[in-house]
């Protein structure tokens, strides 16, 4: 067996337990008789030494994967990498993007830190620590709102923890939704609202890569001062094209994943 599928059924599992719509899109797709396949499946942390990307990576590093990209979001104040598998064509490739806490607020900061400070010693060591969501800790939620003015990634990681933030199903495998066009309408006619900021579908087939996603549902989170409805994760889709030599474009769009990221942002109307 692959040796990275463990991790990969932890955080489907989490995935999907947290976010009933993403089981939905995923029993619409299969009963339409469609494989679903991941593209990519993203993570997100923060750049403390002690959970940055190299730490996230690592656990899929000695699974079978290596390093295949870097990526800069100046405006989101983001560095990611991604992971391919060395051999295995049909598994997904990882995502993994780190806030640059040293861009924002002392007491960005300083929430961040002492949440780090909070993580059990053992989990930090853990390949667990991929799927160990907030378990040490239970937010305030004067807390997320503050780190909200500043940046919603940050307050999303606080609340959530160590998680998918999405899994993207390959359009490139579908059969029938074989377009981003065909596949949003199908979406769309079964009640999902599609994440419009920047257009509905981000990229182009020039720039060899598509994406779309679902908005994240709301979902109750109790926080210290109560339970309140938040946004949880969303799903993506993308599709890809060959480069001019007829290899599938393998890497991902700065500029579009800015605009990916808004989809777990709060919509208020
Ligand atoms: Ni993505």
């Not at 003015?149 to 959530?160: H, M, P, Q, R």
């Not at 923890?161 to 981003?180: D, E, I, P």
């Not at 994760?233 to 890809?240: D, H, I, L, S, T």
Request: net charge neutral; glycine share 4%; charged share 25%.
């Amino acid at each position: 067996m692959d040796k990275a599928q463990p991790l990969f059924d932890h955080l489907w599992h989490n995935y999907i337990e947290q976010n009933p719509q993403v089981r939905k899109v995923y029993n619409l797709l299969s009963n339409e008789g469609e494989e679903v396949i991941n593209d990519h499946i993203a993570l997100r942390t923060f750049d403390d030494p002690r959970i940055n990307v190299d730490v996230l990576a690592k656990p899929f590093l000695n699974a079978g994967y290596h390093e295949a990209g870097k990526y800069v979001f100046e405006e989101k104040k983001l560095f990611a990498k991604h992971l391919e598998h060395s051999f295995n064509p049909k598994a997904p490739r990882i995502f993994i993007s780190q806030l640059e806490t040293e861009k924002f607020s002392f007491k960005l900061r300083q929430i961040v830190k002492q949440w780090v400070d909070l993580i059990p010693e053992q989990l930090l060591k853990s390949k667990e620590l991929l799927y160990s969501g907030n378990s040490w800790v239970i937010p305030g939620f004067n807390v997320y709102q503050e780190l909200k003015e500043e940046s919603e990634y940050a307050a999303w990681l606080y609340v959530y923890g160590f998680r998918a933030n999405h899994f993207t199903v390959s359009v490139n495998a579908l059969k029938k939704y074989n377009s981003l066009e065909k596949l949003n309408d199908f979406l769309k006619s079964n009640g999902f609202s599609m994440n419009q900021a920047g257009g509905e579908i981000k990229g182009s087939p020039k720039q060899l890569l598509e994406q779309s996603s679902i908005r994240a549902g709301k979902i109750p989170v109790l926080f210290k001062e109560g339970t309140y409805e938040i946004p949880a994760c969303y799903y993506e889709f993308a599709r890809r094209y060959p480069d001019k030599n007829g290899k599938l474009y393998n890497r991902f769009i700065a500029k579009s994943a800015d605009k990916i990221f808004e989809s777990t942002d709060n919509i208020t109307n």
